[in-house]
């Protein structure tokens, strides 16, 4: 990106010297940025469309599951130790020249806490040089620090995002299991802007917190962030059954959180809770609104085209190179130490089963909304033990379904 700015610089010079004409400029402007970032916006703030059976939106790599947070509801089970049998760093360039080969718009380095590894710098600047967009999502721990967003800054990261699940100290910290985690995560947002960094807040929603939305989304409303990215909790790793929201409780978050996405200045966004999209489309054919135009990031980081979700569009490596259709997902469809990414994610039987909203099954796969919605993949194997079951967190009846027909 630095060589590509330089480039412009230069033809802007040249040009002003009258030795480069304006057509010029306009085509080598569009050649080094469509390098730079192979999947930049369209015109209108959105993604380009993707074809998601051969392109991801996003990549997802955990560099590490070692941890120094205790996290109650942790995807990861994540741990003090780094494993030794991690992706090396050769291997993480590989994974990041493929993730740039395929023209995945957006790249998520994340743990356990990736701020164990010590090449994470290298890491972020390899792939910002090869024109991938690389986002973070570190652990608000001592080695999370201003100078290490600064160094991670000037080495090309585009986002930051920030895990808050309560609303203040006491509520957040017993999550974390660490005292002094709300006040780092707060000071970190404070850095980040500080830095220039764009910051994302990530919230798990459980049945520990929701009653706290209102408060949650105060916070929100007072940090300048560019998304809110509200994940309803899978019971995976030291998540439980328990932890869990059912769809009246989810139904009801999704009255708020519509009502808070017409009026907050950055975006809402949810992971694992498909439905929110039903929900949305229902309240505009109530209503007669239309969808707000979408914001322009400083990060060129748009939304996700219609329908993602896990597999479709959505791809995870574990720390140990096996690929997930999400991390809340823990069924493999490979190893990218045996096979590209590209192939795995293009063929691989999980895979193609999760795109195709044909094989959903119960009222998903009766449902309209299943291209746009399709109900999350991750909870119903969490809960059922088939991947392509109904979402059992959704209290939509599809018209004409009958609980029970074949
Ligand atoms: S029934 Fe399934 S596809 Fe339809 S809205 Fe609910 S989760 Fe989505």
């Given at each position: 990106?630095?060589?590509?700015?330089?480039?412009?610089?230069?033809i802007?010079?040249?040009?002003?010297?009258?030795?480069?004409?304006?057509?010029?400029?306009?085509?080598?402007?569009?050649?080094?940025?469509?390098?730079?970032?192979?999947?930049?916006?369209?015109?209108?703030?959105?993604?380009?469309?993707?074809?998601?059976?051969?392109?991801?939106?996003?990549?997802?790599?955990?560099?590490?599951?070692?941890?120094?947070?205790?996290?109650?509801h942790?995807?990861?089970?994540?741990?003090?130790?780094?494993?030794?049998?991690?992706?090396?760093?050769?291997?993480?360039?590989?994974?990041?020249?493929?993730?740039?080969?395929?023209?995945?718009?957006?790249?998520?380095?994340t743990?356990?806490?990736?701020l164990?590894r010590?090449?994470?710098?290298?890491?972020?600047?390899?792939?910002?040089?090869l024109?991938?967009?690389?986002?973070?999502?570190?652990?608000?721990?001592?080695?999370?620090?201003?100078?290490?967003?600064?160094?991670?800054?000037?080495?090309?990261?585009?986002?930051?995002?920030?895990?808050?699940?309560?609303?203040?100290?006491?509520?957040?910290?017993?999550?974390?299991?660490?005292?002094?985690?709300?006040?780092?995560?707060?000071?970190?947002?404070?850095?980040?802007?500080?830095?220039?960094?764009?910051?994302?807040?990530?919230?798990?929603?459980?049945?520990?917190?929701?009653?706290?939305?209102?408060?949650?989304?105060?916070?929100?409303?007072?940090?300048?962030?560019?998304?809110?990215?509200?994940?309803?909790?899978?019971?995976?790793?030291?998540?439980?059954?328990?932890?869990?929201?059912?769809?009246?409780?989810?139904?009801?978050?999704f009255?708020?959180?519509?009502?808070?996405?017409?009026?907050?200045?950055?975006?809402?966004?949810?992971?694992?809770?498909?439905?929110?999209?039903?929900?949305?489309?229902?309240?505009?054919?109530?209503?007669?609104?239309?969808?707000?135009?979408?914001?322009?990031?400083?990060?060129?980081?748009?939304?996700?085209?219609?329908?993602?979700?896990?597999?479709?569009?959505?791809?995870?490596?574990?720390?140990?190179?096996?690929?997930?259709?999400?991390?809340?997902?823990?069924?493999?469809?490979?190893?990218?130490?045996?096979?590209?990414?590209?192939?795995?994610?293009?063929?691989?039987p999980?895979?193609?089963?999760?795109?195709?909203?044909?094989?959903?099954?119960?009222?998903?796969?009766?449902?309209?909304?299943?291209?746009?919605?399709?109900?999350?993949?991750?909870?119903?194997?969490?809960?059922?033990?088939?991947?392509?079951?109904?979402?059992?967190?959704?209290?939509?009846?599809?018209?004409?379904?009958?609980?029970?027909?074949?």
């Amino acid at each position: 990106m630095i060589v590509g700015q330089a480039v412009i610089k230069t033809i802007f010079a040249q040009a002003r010297a009258g030795i480069c004409n304006s057509l010029v400029i306009v085509i080598v402007v569009m050649r080094v940025t469509c390098r730079m970032y192979p999947a930049a916006l369209t015109s209108n703030g959105m993604s380009p469309a993707l074809d998601l059976a051969r392109t991801p939106f996003i990549v997802i790599w955990e560099l590490t599951q070692a941890c120094d947070l205790a996290c109650v509801h942790c995807r990861a089970s994540a741990r003090p130790q780094r494993s030794p049998l991690e992706l090396s760093t050769a291997e993480g360039e590989d994974l990041i020249r493929q993730v740039r080969n395929m023209g995945a718009p957006v790249f998520v380095l994340t743990g356990g806490d990736p701020l164990q590894r010590p090449d994470l710098f290298h890491l972020v600047e390899y792939g910002t040089r090869l024109g991938v967009r690389v986002s973070l999502t570190p652990s608000t721990t001592p080695l999370l620090t201003r100078d290490a967003l600064a160094g991670l800054k000037a080495r090309g990261l585009a986002r930051l995002a920030i895990s808050i699940d309560g609303a203040d100290a006491a509520s957040h910290d017993r999550f974390r299991g660490v005292p002094g985690a709300f006040d780092r995560a707060l000071a970190t947002v404070g850095w980040a802007h500080e830095v220039g960094l764009p910051v994302q807040i990530n919230t798990t929603m459980s049945r520990h917190n929701a009653h706290d939305f209102d408060a949650l989304a105060a916070l929100m409303e007072s940090l300048d962030i560019v998304l809110w990215s509200v994940f309803f909790l899978i019971p995976v790793g030291r998540a439980t059954l328990r932890d869990g929201l059912g769809g009246e409780a989810i139904e009801l978050l999704f009255e708020k959180l519509y009502a808070l996405s017409l009026r907050a200045r950055f975006d809402v966004k949810t992971t694992e809770a498909m439905h929110y999209r039903r929900y949305v489309a229902q309240q505009r054919k109530l209503t007669g609104a239309s969808r707000p135009a979408d914001r322009r990031h400083p990060d060129g980081i748009g939304r996700a085209p219609r329908g993602l979700n896990d597999g479709k569009g959505f791809v995870f490596i574990s720390h140990l190179g096996e690929v997930y259709p999400s991390g809340f997902m823990p069924r493999s469809a490979g190893n990218i130490r045996r096979e590209p990414l590209a192939g795995i994610y293009a063929n691989s039987p999980l895979f193609v089963a999760l795109r195709d909203s044909s094989r959903l099954g119960g009222k998903c796969g009766a449902c309209e909304f299943r291209e746009i919605c399709g109900g999350s993949r991750a909870r119903a194997l969490a809960y059922t033990g088939d991947p392509l079951a109904a979402d059992p967190a959704c209290i939509y009846e599809p018209a004409g379904w009958v609980e029970g027909a074949a």
